[in-house]
Each structure stands twice: as structure tokens, then as C-alpha cells.
Nanobody, 127 residues
Framework: QLRLVESGGGLVQFGGSLRLSCAAS????????IAWFRQAPGKEREAVSC????????TYADSVKGRFTISRDNAKNTVYLQMNSLKPEDTAVYYC????????????????????WGQGTQVTVSS
């Protein structure tokens, strides 16, 4: 059974950093594109970043470019989201998601392509 577990969320001050982790089990990790999404109160869930199976291709939302970095360690079945220079508008529940895709491009970094989800981890940035 495919399982994704996020961790690393918490409360941080404006300008601070956090590193989220997404640990996976129950499926052939190497075949899956992994993404981070977030949902703020009263807003729709949005894609934050995606990473291809090899880790060589990454996509970022404009709002986080230059501040967030996605990476994956295939030996540990884990994807990371390093978040720097955090802003109050980054406050949201962050979700990890997986999809088995062929020929990843940035156009795949959308919720419609991802069918497996973690439970989410809360990130709160205080001003």
C-alpha cells in the first residue's frame, strides 16, 4: 500500500527556514514523480514544487522560486522541501503527493496528475 508521510512543519518567524520531509513506502519509489502542494485557510490547494523520478527536473511555483528547493534521496525514499526566507503568506498545510508519470515536464506539476497524498504538515510563519 502506497504511503506518504510528511514531517518538519512548525512555527517559524518571518525570514526563517524549515525543511519538510516526505517519506514514502509501499511502492516502487524510483518510478514516481513527487510533488509538494499547499493549502492555506480559505484558499484552494496549489502546487508548490515537483521533482522528476531522477531528480534532474524540478518545477517551482513563481511565488517560491529562489526561496524553496526540492530534492530527493532515492536511497532513502524521501523527498525534501527546503524553505528559506519564509513569509506569512507561506502559511499553509503542506502536502506531499506522488504520481507515476512518463516523460516529466513542468506541465505535469498540477493536482490533477497526482493521486496519492500524505496527510499534510502545518507550516505557520509569523510576521
Amino acid at each position: 500500500q502506497l504511503r506518504l508521510v510528511e514531517s518538519g512543519g512548525g512555527l517559524v518567524q518571518f525570514g526563517g527556514s524549515l525543511r519538510l520531509s516526505c517519506a514514502a513506502s509501499g511502492f516502487t519509489w524510483d518510478y514516481y514523480t513527487i510533488a509538494w502542494f499547499r493549502q492555506a485557510p480559505g484558499k484552494e490547494r496549489e502546487a508548490v514544487s515537483c521533482i522528476s523520478t531522477s531528480g534532474r527536473s524540478t518545477t517551482y511555483a513563481d511565488s517560491v522560486k529562489g526561496r524553496f528547493t526540492i530534492s530527493r534521496d532515492n536511497a532513502k525514499n524521501t523527498v525534501y522541501l527546503q524553505m528559506n526566507s519564509l513569509k506569512p503568506e507561506d502559511t499553509a498545510v503542506y502536502y506531499c503527493a506522488a504520481a507515476r508519470l512518463t516523460g516529466y515536464t513542468g506541465s505535469y506539476c498540477r493536482e490533477t496528475f497526482f493521486g496519492s497524498w500524505g496527510q499534510g504538515t502545518q507550516v505557520t510563519v509569523s510576521s
